[in-house]
């Protein structure tokens, strides 16, 4: 039972270059979030997701876009990095709606953009 | 705008000492409030959970003290252990489930 899986775990990024973070999860959970965590900041919703197919804004999703192609995956695309970008990226879900749902996060991608 | 708000930052406690984390919010549609343990390297993991309905809520060394007017809520962890050492978020919900997360407080128990 794998739960969320992120990949990759650690990435070095050069200025300006893309990439995505992958993220699955096998729970069959409807909602999916990315939130980024920075020191002393806490965490802080990128984009979320309440089904296949629905994305929508969260507090701090300049930079980033998302796509929901099927239940099981969440893909996080950082276009053109920056320094500004250089974070610990979670990828999390929820069961659906309704109050006291658990939030279920991954292990975490580390990203330095350089 | 941060909708909520934790103190402190930083917490030493010696072994078998209390820990307290305080967490405020503003927002008075938040119906579910947990908290979050997070080691080094991992991804927050649930530790407790209150509804605004209750005053308390505890489960084992860990207590949740709700407090409904003032728009506050705390975490005790009675006889602090080193293996408590981590970071913790407090968190506030709606039932659309967008979930906000506190800035985290580092804890360090000492042996």
């Known amino acids: 039972n794998a739960g969320v899986t992120q990949t990759p775990k650690f990435r070095i990024l050069k200025i300006g270059q893309s990439m995505t973070l992958q993220c699955t999860q096998d729970?069959?959970?409807?909602?999916m979030y990315w939130y980024r965590q920075d020191p002393g900041m806490g965490l802080k919703l990128i984009y979320y997701?309440?089904?296949?197919?629905?994305?929508d804004k969260g507090e701090v999703p300049n930079g980033y876009n998302v796509s929901r192609s099927t239940t099981e995956d969440f893909p996080l695309r950082l276009e053109l990095a920056a320094p500004s970008q250089t974070s610990v990226y979670f990828c999390?879900?929820?069961?659906?709606?309704?109050?006291?749902?658990?939030?279920?996060f991954g292990e975490g991608s580390w990203l330095t953009v350089v | 705008q941060q909708q909520v708000k934790q103190s402190p930052q930083s917490l030493i406690v010696q072994k078998g000492g209390i820990s307290i984390i305080n967490c405020a919010y503003e927002?008075?549609?938040?119906?579910?409030f947990p908290w979050y343990q997070q080691f080094p390297g991992k991804g927050p993991a649930l530790l407790i959970a209150?509804?605004?309905?209750?005053s308390e809520k505890k489960e084992g060394r860990f207590t949740i003290s709700f407090n409904k007017s003032a728009k506050q809520f705390s975490l005790h962890i009675m006889d602090s252990q080193p293996g408590d050492s981590a970071t913790y978020f407090c968190?506030?919900?709606?039932?659309?489930?967008?979930?906000?997360f506190g800035s985290g407080t580092k804890l360090n128990v000492k042996p």
């Open positions: 999390a879900t929820t069961k659906g709606r309704g109050s006291g749902n658990t939030i279920y």
């Open positions: 729970m069959n959970h409807n909602y």
């Open positions: 997701s309440v089904g296949a197919g629905i994305t």
């Open positions: 927002n008075t549609a938040f119906d579910y």
């Open positions: 209150i509804r605004p309905d209750v």
């Open positions: 968190a506030a919900s709606t039932s659309f489930n967008k979930f906000y």
